[in-house]
């Protein structure tokens, strides 16, 4: 059972989060330095600034530029100074990491242009980026929504992690990480307003329970925003924010070998979103009665703006995008000397409660549109890592996960479907060209339930062979067995009743029952070999070669029927994506460790990737998820980070990726070639969609002594900037669903108190960049491209106390 909070405790829940912010004390005393402060202090500052940070990508603890792994790192300090709150902002640090969402079940993370593939929402498919938070693996892209709050870091993990992180991912990871409850009392408030109705709040407190034993940590974040989108059908804004996270922390030391964290933490997000607005018309090859502008004008329909920068929607049917996300967690520690032992479990549940207008405009197509989810999930780790520095330093360990999916969804069409999803034809190879009648489809109801569980186990180990004091040999395995079963049910009722064989027969090419299970079972053996080589004391170079595994899937939305109105059940099953990365590295601190310079080499060959297909069998053609034979993958990578004196730091992060679909004979056809009849098309050596050719970000912060009210401390002023080249947001690679570049712009000036207060002005995206965040097409493919425009120009203040 789902308890969900009222609107009214929501409300109260948001208020109590940003009166907290306002009710904490505003000053540390002046002589108690804040330990963000001394952190400050410490060269951790920006993205590439490795030298002196700590990580745990090869689950221990470790300097960053010690690690022969491509990964970035984004420390607390640079989440405070550029006001990132979710991962969708993070991409504007770390260019090889995209996100594209037209909700939060439909989003897609990718590392490398690897990771999921644009344009699906199917609950049997695995994603190729891992999220982890604090050791935990979240099993649903819509983590990505969250906002973050109390952070330590994020490292974010390039290329396949098949050996270490426990639910084996071929494009990488994001491990994050919060921070540690102090037996020091300490705390953090901050308070941020903005236009378009922008105000968030967030709180940290910290503290012992019992001195030296027992330790606890609680925040909490509350966001609220206007909706960016205005939609003169409703009369109401859309595309809002609504959210608020909480986290609760527990730390026993019971003796010096003990170590326990509990973790608790919820979320409840309730946005008015997500909507689209008109992008553009594309041609297809469809007679001109059967594409948009005639379509449109047959039901006398204009789009209320055809400038989607104008962010004017005109939606007639309610839109939500309710979550809930919540879960608890363990990590016990004990140390044995020689060994650590870790255990990491953990539970957690997803609940999504949607609503969709999915034509996208005025007319009465389809009426609705709902996947409501339910998700949850436990885990267990059991990992043992030798301590100290030894000729051979080790990892062993078990995982086990489960995930269970249901979803009982409803898409209901309106008055105007069959008008515009049902071409006219002729009853008879004389008669006169004719249309169904719209009641044919007014109405009409098509109820989808499913339900997918997984199990999945693995055994892994692996170590570092010091053979020298200078060359390190680094091989790790894993050995996965995964099994998964489901079950896909439809059923439709409403719409025209009637015994005409014509109209039954087109009703049912939009949309018929339909049944079937599966199940699948699948083992892999996957791992990584690396030798790094330190030049000297700041500079290593490393090769690896990585093989990763995706484990197969089900398909959970339909499948093509066989000439006898089964299921064809072969297309049930999706086969496993295997994923190999060859990468060289180098790896620099220069000028006395003023300058981090880290470059990264690699091409990764996928087999089987797992993609939106076309059928051409024998019975009619529809599209559903298969493999793709092959995907090539190649680029570089730069991370820099410069202090060139104390009163300034730079970044720069530049990625080149040349990706395409080397074998795809079967893929979906791009808008422009879609005729009257769906057809299949060969899509190999095409670009791979939602990859960037060039991405880069660089920023810089000028800070100076000074005081302000009478508080010693700094002024500074910082910019951030990010750019992205042209890149597809579809599958199918149309020229019809491409995203121009664009370059984001953000600027920050503030004072920092040496007591702990701090105050800033914010611009994001300054120079009012117009760019689109994602597109896509129009369901009937009448040619209209519909999308999500970026952000405008916002302006805000923060004000932030620590204690």
């Known amino acids: 059972m789902t308890i969900t909070p009222t609107p009214t405790v929501r409300r109260l829940l948001s208020s109590v989060a940003i009166a907290a912010c306002i009710a904490a004390p505003t000053f540390a005393h002046a002589e108690d330095e804040p330990q963000s402060q001394s952190s400050r202090s410490n060269a951790t500052q920006g993205v590439a600034s490795l030298g002196d940070i700590v990580v745990t990508a090869r689950r221990r603890d470790e300097r960053a530029q010690d690690v022969p792994i491509a990964l970035t790192v984004v420390n607390e300090e640079l989440l405070d100074r550029t006001g990132a709150y979710n991962i969708g902002q993070i991409t504007q640090l770390a260019p090889s990491v995209q996100l594209l969402s037209s909700n939060p079940r439909n989003t897609a993370i990718t590392i490398r242009g690897l990771g999921a593939s644009y344009g699906l929402a199917n609950d049997g498919l695995e994603q190729g980026v891992g999220i982890y938070v604090d050791q935990v693996y979240y099993g649903r892209p819509a983590t990505a929504t969250l906002d973050f709050v109390d952070l330590d870091r994020i490292e974010i993990l390039r290329g396949p992690q098949g050996t270490l992180f426990g639910k084996n991912t071929t494009a990488g990871a994001l491990n994050i990480t919060t921070r540690v409850p102090s037996f020091t009392p300490e705390g953090q408030t901050e308070l941020s307003f903005g236009d ?120 007639d049917s309610p839109i939500q995008a309710d979550q809930i996300h919540r879960g608890v967690s363990a990590i016990v520690d004990y140390d044995f000397g020689w060994a650590t032992l870790t255990s990491v479990s953990a539970w957690r549940a997803w609940d999504w409660g949607p609503k969709n207008d999915r034509d996208y405009t005025a007319l009465d197509i389809t009426r609705q549109s709902a ?212 990468e060289l590295g180098l790896k620099t601190q220069l000028f006395d460790r003023r300058v981090t310079a880290n470059l990264a080499a690699y091409r990764t060959d996928v087999k089987d990737y797992q993609a939106n297909v076309v059928d051409s069998g024998p019975s009619a053609l529809r599209g559903y998820l298969a493999n793709a034979d092959k995907v090539v993958i190649q680029g570089v990578e730069l991370d820099a980070f410069a202090r060139p004196n104390q009163n300034l730091d730079l970044y720069a992060n530049a990625a080149w ?58 002024f500074y002023g910082g910019a951030d900037a990010s750019y992205r080249s042209t890149y597809n ?49 129009q369901s009937g493919n009448s040619g209209l491209v519909i999308g999500n425009p970026g952000d405008p120009r916002t302006v805000g203040i923060t004000l932030r106390a620590r204690y």
């Not at 006398?300 to 004017?312: E, K, L, M, Q, V």
């Not at 010091?466 to 099994?483: A, Q, S, V, W």
């Not at 060969?682 to 005081?707: N, Q, T, Y």
């Not at 579809?730 to 019809?736: I, P």
């Open 196 to 315: 378009y109705g922008f105000l968030q709040g967030k709180a940290t407190f910290s503290g012992p329970i019992i001195e030296d034993k027992v330790a606890a940590r609680f925040s909490i974040v509350s966001t609220r925003r206007d909706g960016l989108l205005d939609n003169v059908t409703v009369g109401r804004k859309q595309n809002s924010q609504e959210s608020i996270s909480l986290r609760g922390q527990l730390l026993f030391q019971p003796t010096e070998q003990l170590r326990v964290r509990l973790f608790a933490d919820y979320a409840d997000l309730t946005p008015v979103c997500c909507t689209q607005v008109y992008v553009r018309v594309g041609q297809t090859l469809k007679p001109a009665s059967l594409q948009f502008p005639a379509l449109a004008a047959g039901r006398g329909y204009t789009p209320a703006s055809t400038n989607p920068y104008a962010r004017i929607a005109d939606v």
């Open 371 to 582: 996947n409501p989810s339910w998700q949850d999930q436990w885990s267990q780790e059991l990992r043992l890592s030798s301590n100290g520095s030894n000729r051979i330093d080790w990892t062993v360990g078990l995982y086990a996960f489960h995930q269970a999916v249901e979803t009982h969804g409803v898409t209901e069409y309106g008055k105007d479907a069959a008008y515009w999803l049902i071409p006219e034809y002729r009853a008879t190879p004389n008669a006169p060209l004719q249309r169904v009648p719209d009641s044919l489809l007014d109405g009409y109801k098509v109820f989808n339930d499913s339900r997918i569980e997984t199990d999945s186990y693995a055994v892994f180990g692996q170590l570092t062979w010091n053979i020298t004091d200078r060359l390190h040999l680094t091989p790790g395995l894993r050995y996965t067995k995964e099994d998964k079963s489901g079950w896909y049910n439809a059923t439709t009722s409403g719409g025209l009743v009637t015994n005409n064989s014509d109209y039954t027969s087109r009703r049912l090419g939009i949309a018929r029952a339909q049944s079937y299970s599966a199940d699948l079972s699948d083992d892999d053996v996957s791992g990584q070999v690396s030798l790094a080589y330190d030049v000297s004391d700041d500079i290593l170079t490393y090769a690896s070669v990585a093989r990763g595994y995706k484990s197969g899937g089900i398909n959970m939305a339909g499948i093509p029927n066989l000439p006898s109105g089964q299921p064809s059940l072969t297309n049930a099953v999706v086969k496993p994506e295997v994923v190999t990365t060859y």
């Open 657 to 714: 990726t040349d990706a395409k679909y080397d074998a795809f004979t079967n893929g979906p056809c791009p808008l422009e070639l879609i005729g009257s009849t769906t057809v299949a098309c060969d899509l190999s050596g095409k670009k791979l969609p939602g990859v960037s050719p060039w991405a880069a970000s660089i920023g810089a912060e000028l800070h100076g002594k000074g005081g302000f009210l009478g508080h010693p401390g700094e």
């Open 729 to 777: 947001s579809d599958a199918s690679v149309s020229r019809y669903t491409q995203i121009d570049s664009y370059t984001i712009l953000n600027l920050r000036a503030g004072f920092r108190a040496e007591n702990g207060w701090e105050a800033f002005v914010w611009v994001k995206n300054a120079l009012d960049e117009n760019y689109l965040q994602f597109v896509s097409v």
